[in-house]
C-alpha cells in the first residue's frame, strides 16, 4: 500500500523493492493511490505495471490526506495482507517473507523497523534512536503490517489525522487484545529528506518534537 502524491522522483524505487521481494511469484499486488498529484507519478505508476514485473494497482484518491488516501487504497486491494510503505521507502528484500513468518507466529499486525535511505551519521542515528524509542517504551508506530480483515473490521484511519495515524490505528488493536509485534528482524529504509528541510540540521530537532507530540495524543491533526 504506497499513497503517493507527488512523488515520481521516488516511487520508482519503491516499486521496484515490491517487485524484488523474496517471494513466489503472483503473491504480491502493487497499490498505489495517487492523490491528487500533478508530477505524472499516477502515469509512473501505471508504466512500471504494465512492464509486466509487476502487479500494480493506481487508485485515483484526489482529496489531499495520507490517512484518507491509504484508506481508499485499501478498499481498492485484493490481498489479504496489507504492508504500507511510503513512496520513498524502499522494503528489504526479505520483508515480505519475514511478515508472513510473524503471521504464522500469531501476530496480525506489527510495526516494521524503519531505517534511513542514506549513508549520512546523523540522519541515520536519528531512525535509529527512534527505534531505540519504540523497543525500549514498546512503541508500535510508523509503517506496519495487518490483516485487510482487522484493517477493515476496525475502521481503518482516522481521515481526520495529518501525523500519527499509524500508532493511533494500532493501540486501538493493542487495546482489543490483538497481538501487535514489532518486526525488528528486516527493515523498510526511507528518505531522510525531511531531515534536511531546515538549515543546521534544525529539523532533526522539530521532526522529533513533533513526532513525540503526536505520541502523546497533541497536534496530530496540525499541518504536517
Known amino acids: 500500500m504506497i499513497p503517493a502524491r507527488n512523488e515520481a522522483g521516488y516511487l520508482r524505487g519503491a516499486l521496484a523493492s515490491v517487485a524484488a521481494q523474496r517471494c513466489p511469484a503472483g503473491l504480491l499486488e502493487a497499490v498505489v493511490v495517487d492523490n491528487g498529484s500533478v508530477d505524472g507519478t499516477g502515469a509512473l505508476a501505471r508504466a512500471f505495471g504494465d512492464d509486466g514485473g509487476l502487479p500494480v494497482r493506481v487508485v485515483d484518491e484526489p482529496t489531499p490526506g495520507l490517512a484518507r488516501a491509504k484508506t481508499s487504497g485499501v478498499r481498492q486491494a485484493r490481498g489479504r495482507w496489507l504492508i504500507f510503505l511510503d513512496a520513498d521507502s524502499r522494503l528489504a528484500p526479505d520483508l515480505t517473507a519475514r511478515v508472513l513468518r510473524r503471521v504464522a507466529e500469531g501476530y496480525p499486525a506489527g510495526c516494521i523497523t524503519v531505517v ?3 549513508d549520512d551519521w546523523l540522519d541515520r542515528g536519528f531512525f535509529g534512536l527512534m527505534e531505540f524509542g519504540k523497543r525500549l517504551f514498546h512503541i508500535h508506530a510508523q509503517m506496519f503490517y495487518c490483516s485487510r480483515d482487522l484493517f477493515e473490521r476496525f475502521g481503518g484511519f482516522d481521515p481526520a489525522l ?18 501487535v509485534c514489532h518486526v525488528t ?32 495524543g497533541i497536534g496530530r491533526r496540525w499541518r504536517y
Open 116 to 118: 534511513a535511505d542514506t
Open 162 to 179: 495529518r501525523l500519527a495515524e499509524d500508532s493511533e490505528f494500532l493501540r486501538r488493536l493493542e487495546r482489543a487484545g490483538v497481538p
Open 185 to 216: 528482524e528486516s527493515w523498510i529504509a526511507t528518505s531522510p529528506r525531511r531531515l534536511h528541510s531546515l538549515p543546521l540540521r534544525l529539523a532533526l530537532v522539530t521532526t522529533l518534537v513533533r513526532w513525540a507530540l503526536a505520541h502523546a
